[in-house]
């Protein structure tokens, strides 16, 4: 696990690290030093601690006029034991909703497994984002039917569509634009 890096070729535009509306403004990165892990397994420094033991996360770019921010993960998302969309919601969403930003793209493609538990934080992050959207990009198969057992996709649009596997090629504006405008079309049917 130690190889799988969060996606970096966007950071001469954004960084959350030297934007000051970030949660994660000012963090300092040793990419020497691996002492993150996730049962065990040592994850590369770039990815960034949420507040559970085994989900981190990047924020790859946001954009606070346009209300949109992009954020990939790793590991297990584990509502069942960790807790993880309260760690999620209130460490990471909240300061970004409080700044305008009401549309979100999750990247899952290194999101191992999902354990689910009750779908409130869902509902209530569905609810703050009033206009605009929650959508689950690459997320596995197994791991959406999980989501989709315990009735997340009722709040976070997935699958079909949102399976963008040359999203790695776009500008993020342009890769945004691409899921607005598939969420809008599902929102017109």
Do not use: C
Request: charged content about 25%; proline content about 3%.
């Amino acid at each position: 696990m130690h190889e799988i890096e969060p996606y970096y070729r966007w950071l001469h535009l954004y960084n959350p690290a030297e934007d000051s509306l970030s949660p994660f403004y000012g963090k300092e990165y040793n990419h020497d030093l691996y002492s993150e892990n996730i049962y065990g397994y040592y994850i590369d420094p770039a990815w960034d601690f949420i507040g559970s033991e085994t989900l981190y996360i990047k924020v790859l770019y946001t954009d606070y006029d346009e209300g949109f921010a992009i954020m990939e993960f790793i590991g297990e998302w584990n509502d069942a034991i960790n807790n993880d969309i309260m760690h999620l919601k209130r460490n990471i969403i909240e300061n970004y909703a409080h700044h305008g930003v009401n549309k979100y793209i999750l990247i899952g493609e290194n999101i191992f497994n999902f354990h689910g538990s009750d779908d409130s934080y869902y509902e209530e992050w569905f609810e703050d984002v009033e206009d605009g959207w929650i959508a689950a990009v690459n997320f596995p198969e197994f791991v959406q039917e999980e989501l989709k057992n315990y009735n997340v996709d009722m709040y976070i649009n997935m699958g079909g569509s949102l399976q963008i596997d040359k999203w790695r090629t776009m500008a993020p504006n342009r890769f945004y634009i691409l899921v607005d405008q598939l969420i809008q079309r599902r929102l017109s049917i």
